[in-house]
C-alpha cells in the first residue's frame, strides 16, 4: 500500500491527534465511536505517531465520545430535516459523513485549510452530494459556495479554540447573515482547558495554538441577538460522557459543582 505522507503545521496538525484518538477508540472493546473508518486512514498515513505519546488508551476516548456527541445532534438535525445542508467547518480528517452516511437529500461540505483537504482527498473516497472547501473559515469566501436554500446544519468541533475572539465573533456574525436561519453546533474550552490544552499542545508541538476562551454561553449570547442558546452542556457530564473510563467518571462527579472544571470543555447548540 502506498503510503499517504503527511506533514501538517500548527492547528493542522491536530487533526493527526484526533484520528489517532478516534483510531485507537476503534481498537478498545468496548469502542465509543466505531470508527474503523479511522483506523483505515490511519494506516495509510506516513507521519511519526510517536509524537501522540500522550494520547492513551486513558485520553483517546475522550476525543471519540466527543465526535459521540457531535454525532448525535447531527443525527438528530437530520431525522427532524431530512432534506438538509450539513457545513462541517474544520472537519480535519475526521470521517463523519461516513459516520452518518446521510441520504440523497443531504448536502454535505466539509471545510478546512487547504493542507488538511489535500490530505483528506489522498486518503477518503468521493461521494454523492459531498464536497470539501479548501479555504480557512476566517475568509468569507467559503460561504458564498454554500447554498442557502435548504434548513442548514453547521457544526465544528474542535475550532473555536483556535480562532481569535475578533475571528470567531466574525465568522458567527457571517454565518447568521448568509444562512438566516439555521443550526450551529460547537464545542469550546473555558480559560482554565484553554490554559490546561496550550500546556499539552506545547509539550507535544512545541507551541501553545489556543486563544479564544468561551467561559460560559454568556461569550456567545453577547456576540449577535439572533444566536439563541438551546444547549451549553458541561463535556464532562454530557451523555455521550457516560461511556468514559471509570476514571474519568469519578473525575465528573468530583466536579459537578465547580463551573470552573465542570466548564473545561463545553458543547453548545445555538438556533439562529
Ligand atoms: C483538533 S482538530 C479537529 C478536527 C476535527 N474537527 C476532529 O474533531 O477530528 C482542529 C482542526 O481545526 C482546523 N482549523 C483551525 N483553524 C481553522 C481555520 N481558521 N479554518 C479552517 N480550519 C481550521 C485545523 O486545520 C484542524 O483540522
Redesign the pocket.
Known amino acids: 500500500m502506498t503510503q499517504v505522507k503527511v506533514r501538517?503545521d500548527r492547528?493542522?496538525e491536530?487533526?493527526l491527534?484526533?484520528?489517532y484518538g478516534?483510531a485507537l477508540d476503534a481498537r478498545m472493546t468496548p469502542s465509543i465511536l466505531n470508527d474503523h473508518m479511522a483506523v483505515e486512514a490511519l494506516s495509510k498515513i506516513d507521519y511519526d505517531f510517536s509524537r501522540m505519546k500522550a494520547v492513551n488508551e486513558k485520553v483517546a476516548p475522550n476525543?471519540a465520545s466527543?465526535?459521540k456527541h457531535f454525532d448525535d445532534w447531527t443525527r438528530e438535525f437530520l431525522a427532524a430535516n431530512p432534506t438538509a445542508t450539513v457545513v462541517?467547518?474544520?472537519?480535519?480528517?475526521?470521517t463523519r459523513v461516513w459516520r452518518i452516511d446521510p441520504g440523497p437529500s443531504v448536502a454535505w461540505f466539509d471545510?478546512?485549510?487547504p493542507d488538511?483537504i489535500d490530505v483528506r482527498r489522498k486518503l477518503f473516497p468521493a461521494r454523492p452530494g459531498y464536497q470539501m472547501i479548501a479555504?480557512?473559515?476566517?475568509s468569507e469566501a467559503w460561504l458564498s459556495a454554500i447554498p442557502t436554500d435548504r434548513p442548514v446544519f453547521l457544526l465544528?468541533?474542535?475550532?473555536t479554540m483556535?480562532?481569535s475572539p475578533a475571528?470567531g465573533h466574525l465568522l458567527f456574525r457571517r454565518v447568521v447573515d448568509h444562512f438566516g436561519h439555521g443550526t450551529f453546533a460547537f464545542d469550546g474550552h473555558n480559560r482554565y482547558g484553554i490554559w490546561l490544552v496550550n500546556l499539552m499542545l506545547k509539550r507535544a508541538f512545541g507551541n501553545p495554538m489556543l486563544e479564544w476562551a468561551i467561559n460560559s454561553r454568556a461569550d456567545i449570547d453577547a456576540i449577535d441577538s439572533r444566536l439563541h442558546c438551546v444547549n451549553a452542556d458541561s463535556a464532562l457530564l454530557a451523555p455521550a460522557s457516560r461511556a468514559l473510563p471509570p476514571s474519568t467518571r469519578l473525575l465528573t462527579r468530583l466536579v459537578k459543582h465547580f463551573p470552573p472544571l465542570r466548564d473545561l470543555g463545553l458543547y453548545l447548540r445555538y438556533t439562529f
Not at 462541517?88 to 475526521?94: P, T
Not at 465544528?156 to 475550532?159: F, P, R
Request: net charge negative; with cysteine.
Open positions: 501538517l492547528a493542522m491536530t487533526s491527534v484526533t484520528l478516534k476525543a466527543r465526535s462541517h467547518l474544520a472537519c480535519g480528517l475526521d471545510v478546512d485549510f488538511v479555504s480557512s473559515v476566517t465544528a468541533e474542535g475550532l483556535y480562532l475571528d
